[in-house]
Every structure is written in C-alpha cells, then in structure tokens.
C-alpha cells in the first residue's frame, strides 16, 4: 500500500517562505518513485482543486502561471521525495496542499498540509 506524507505547511506573513516535502512509502518495487509523475495540488475553500507544479520521471517541470517564477518543484529518488519550495508567498495561495504521485500502476494522494498565507 503505498502512503505520501507531506510536510512543511504552516502560516506565513506575505512575502514569507515556505518548503513542503512529500515522502512516499509503501512502494511495492523497487525503483518506482522514479518512474512516476509527481505533482502538488492545493484546494482553498470553496474552490476546486488545482494542479500547481508536476515533475516527470526526465525531471521537467510543469507550473500553473500564478506560481512561475516563486515556486520551485524538485525531487529526491533516493529517498522517495518530493518538495516545493514556495517563494514569494502571496494571501492567495493559501490553501490545503496535496502530493500526488502518478505510475502506471495508479494515483496516489497524500492527505495535504495547510499553507495560509496571510499578515
């Protein structure tokens, strides 16, 4: 059964800082972090849920505009980890952030962090 755990939420004033990390457990074989797609996604409430950065198995990255340039996706197939480093923070970011790892085999998602943004 595989798990994600992600970390590093918190609050944060405008402007501020903040790195998530994902760790994926679980993984039934060896090596298939590295072959899959993974991706963050946040929900604010009362909206849908949206894609915010993606990193596939070559390493290229993906990112919604509102974040381009602030936000920095990259991953660790050593140790089954994915993070994101979140600059620049704006109140509109706030949101539950969820981790989710894409494979042949399946999706699988996190239960999120809370990130609020806010002075």
């Known amino acids: 059964q595989v798990q994600l755990v992600e970390s590093g939420g918190g609050l944060v004033q405008p402007g501020g800082s903040l790195r998530l990390s994902c760790v994926a457990s679980g993984i039934s074989f060896r090596g298939i972090f590295s072959y899959a797609t993974m991706a963050w996604y946040r929900q604010a409430p009362g909206n849908q849920r949206e894609l915010v950065a993606s990193i596939h198995r070559g390493y290229g990255e993906d990112y919604v505009d509102s974040v381009k340039g602030r936000f920095t996706i990259s991953r660790d197939n050593t140790k089954n980890t994915v993070s994101l480093q979140m600059n620049s923070l704006k109140p509109e970011d706030t949101g539950n952030y969820y981790c989710?790892?894409?494979?042949?085999?399946?999706?699988?998602w996190g239960q999120g962090t809370q990130v609020t943004v806010s002075s």
């Open positions: 989710k790892m894409a494979t042949l085999q399946g999706e699988y």
